[in-house]
């Protein structure tokens, strides 16, 4: 059955057929062919994409694709509402196909843009869950396949010191070396965790972990339209030792909503992070983050909302109804990497923030913990092959619960009623390099009180992934 599903839905596109068409035009100008002859892996194991990669062209052409699919048998519920996990039997199919070009303007100047599709949809539309179990779903169906600008920037960075030290050579920064000291500077269309609460062994949907609050802090609600994407600036400084990053972006107008508010004086986001590097383990790499952020937005206030419910105002707790432009969100966040003997990485989140005032951009969490490991194939002689595991806890404030337990919807959540227990989630998944830029995954998820409802649940979500990289 998958692989019938799977033929049908990564037929070619537009896009991709546009993007296979520019890579082999690429190949067949000998001037590419020679500056991409040097980086050519010697071991054919080594290859991850499916096209050659120059570094040292001025240009940069890349693109992926990745196909999800999720499903869940029936499970326990004794009641379920308009924004509820269905507690029967379902699958779901996702695809993202993502153009990135670059070029280098000189003097450490770059430009950089991404066009991206998306395709299918997730379990229940993407209700029900606060760490709902696959990251590359559009959280609103109805915006359609028609493909859009996902991000267009202008990277600078400035030399703060005569020495350099080798950089990846990516879709974000095209690279090979930079100043070991530097200022980086960002302007445009952007998402925020490309940039904040980035990890190494638990940011990447496409090779990596499936839920969201696995990939991303559950506490960080930050900026993003319902797509993931925001426009702002963003100031970073790098040192050997340790970075300083600043971000400053729109909001959207409404939660959960693909327009954004471009007046900074009663909507923004305020994000920032201090990156260290302690050497903890003799040669092997060690990184601890602090995130802090504040948003500025037309929000509602879950307090008040109950209030009044309870005053007979309002027939059910409408959140809607107690927005006030320029409420201010606030949280915190604990991001740590380490790496450990042989081929493997722990890696941990910590995220809270205030709960009073609604979830508006990213999901319904208010608290989280989360705790995981990965480790190559090294060992079975499948080196570029990743396994991986993670524990979540997501909790929220007395105010989202009462909230929640009267009968208010959240944007995400909204069950009719609740019994409140913590949602718990345990990950796990094996990738699979198959040939080149093809990667294979399986993906197992289980979910205790799913929306934070002792009342439903527990709920299993095998999944299998396609990742090709062109």
């Known amino acids: 059955m998958f692989l019938r599903i799977t033929t049908t839905l990564i037929r070619p596109t537009r896009l991709c057929s546009a993007l296979l068409a520019i890579s082999l035009c690429a190949m067949?100008?000998?001037?590419a062919a020679q500056e991409v002859a040097d980086v050519q892996p010697k071991v054919r194991d080594d290859v991850v994409t499916m096209f050659p990669h120059s570094q040292t062209a001025r240009w940069w052409v890349s693109g992926q694709s990745n196909?999800?699919?999720?499903?869940h048998p029936e499970f326990h519920a004794d009641y379920s509402g308009p924004h509820s996990l269905h507690a029967q039997g379902e699958h779901a199919t996702s695809n993202v196909e993502?153009?990135?070009?670059?070029?280098?303007?000189?003097?450490?100047?770059?430009?950089l843009l991404d066009v991206e599709t998306t395709g299918g949809h997730g379990l229940s539309d993407a209700l029900g869950l606060a760490g709902f179990t696959n990251l590359d779903v559009v959280r609103n169906p109805d915006l359609g396949q028609a493909p859009y600008i996902a991000r267009v920037q202008f990277h600078q960075t400035i030399r703060l010191s005569s020495d350099d030290v080798q950089v990846d050579r990516g879709v974000f920064s095209l690279a090979t070396k930079a100043p070991a000291r530097r200022l980086e500077l960002r302007f445009g269309k952007i998402s925020t965790v490309d940039f904040f609460d980035a990890n190494g062994a638990g940011s990447d949907s496409h090779l990596q972990f499936l839920n969201w609050t696995a990939d991303t802090n559950g506490a960080y609600d930050y900026a993003a339209d319902t797509r993931g994407y925001t426009y702002g600036f963003v100031a970073e400084y790098q040192s050997v030792g340790w970075a300083f990053r600043f971000g400053e972006m729109l909001m959207p107008k409404v939660a959960n909503g693909i327009n954004l508010d471009w007046d900074l004086r009663r909507a923004r986001a305020e994000n920032y992070e201090l990156e260290l590097r302690p050497a903890l383990?003799?040669?092997?790499?060690?990184?601890?983050r602090l995130l802090a952020y504040e948003n500025h937005a037309d929000m509602g206030d879950y307090r008040q909302a109950v209030a009044r419910f309870k005053a007979g105002v309002d027939t059910l707790p409408t959140i809607e109804n107690t927005r006030r432009q320029g409420t201010v969100k606030y949280g915190f966040g604990f991001n740590t990497e380490q790496e450990l003997p042989g081929t493997a990485r722990a890696f941990a989140r910590l995220g809270w923030n205030e709960g009073q005032h609604e979830s508006f951009a990213y999901t319904e969490v208010d608290s989280t913990a989360e705790v995981g490991a990965d480790i190559t194939g090294m060992k079975w002689h499948r080196k570029l092959d990743k396994v991986g595991a993670v524990v979540i806890t997501n909790g929220i404030s007395a105010d989202h619960q009462l909230y929640l337990h009267d009968g208010g919807l959240g944007f995400l959540l909204g069950d009719g009623g609740l019994r409140y227990g913590r949602e718990n989630i345990i990950e796990t998944y094996y990738t699979l390099h198959a040939w080149r830029g093809i990667f294979l995954g399986v993906d197992l998820q289980r979910i205790w009180n799913p929306g934070y409802n002792r009342d439903r649940?527990?709920?299993?979500?095998?999944?299998m992934r396609l990742h090709v990289e062109l």
Do not use: D, M, N
């Open 457 to 463: 649940g527990p709920v299993i979500v095998p999944g």
């Open 98 to 111: 993502t153009l990135y070009l670059g070029y280098q303007l000189g003097r450490g100047a770059e430009a």
């Open 67 to 71: 196909v999800v699919f999720q499903a």
């Open 28 to 31: 067949e100008y000998p001037c």
């Open 281 to 288: 383990l003799k040669a092997r790499k060690s990184v601890v």
